[in-house]
């Protein structure tokens, strides 16, 4: 029950984070939001603050009709990569920089717990991990 009231409480705050159907575009609930589909570590670490980031920087633009809408989240190659259905000409250079801002500090970020982390080969997959995630993982 907390967790539906959480994201609600998020969606209410950030609209462009609720999940829609990727066929329909209806709202699916709020069992998860798109942060969901940020690895727990970076969640913690970075995932209001980016939200915050462009939240401001949607305020900016002149186009009223604007709705911004995330299309994917993920970690590929060490690093964030966020898809979504592009947002109007005149914030659009400072929405990249937001968006390279929490690649690059992705980077640097463990994927489990959000502390300082660097990029490492772990089993095929190229992820952040910090030491003391990647010892525990050893040790499993």
């Given at each position: ?8 409480i ?12 990727r ?7 709020y069992?998860s939001t ?5 690895p ?6 970075f995932?209001?603050?980016?939200c ?5 920087c ?7 009709k ?5 299309a994917?989240i ?5 690093s964030?990569?966020w898809?979504?259905?592009?947002v109007?000409q005149d ?14 500090i992705?980077?640097n970020?463990?994927?489990f717990?959000g502390?300082?982390?660097?990029i ?7 992820e952040p ?8 993982m050893?040790k499993k």
């Amino acid at each position: 029950m907390f967790k539906y009231i959480y994201n609600f409480i998020l969606c209410l705050r950030f609209p462009f984070i609720k999940v829609k159907h990727r066929f329909d575009g209806k709202f699916c609930g709020y069992g998860s939001t798109e942060l969901d589909f940020l690895p727990q570590g970076w969640k913690k670490a970075f995932g209001i603050d980016i939200c915050k980031d462009l939240k401001a920087c949607f305020k900016k633009t002149k186009n009223k009709k604007f709705r911004y809408s995330i299309a994917q989240i993920k970690e590929k190659w060490g690093s964030l990569r966020w898809y979504d259905n592009g947002v109007p000409q005149d914030i659009s250079k400072e929405y990249e920089e937001i968006i390279k801002k929490y690649e690059e500090i992705s980077k640097n970020t463990c994927i489990f717990c959000g502390k300082y982390a660097i990029i490492i080969n772990n089993k095929g997959w190229f992820e952040p991990i910090c030491n003391n995630c990647q010892k525990e993982m050893e040790k499993k």
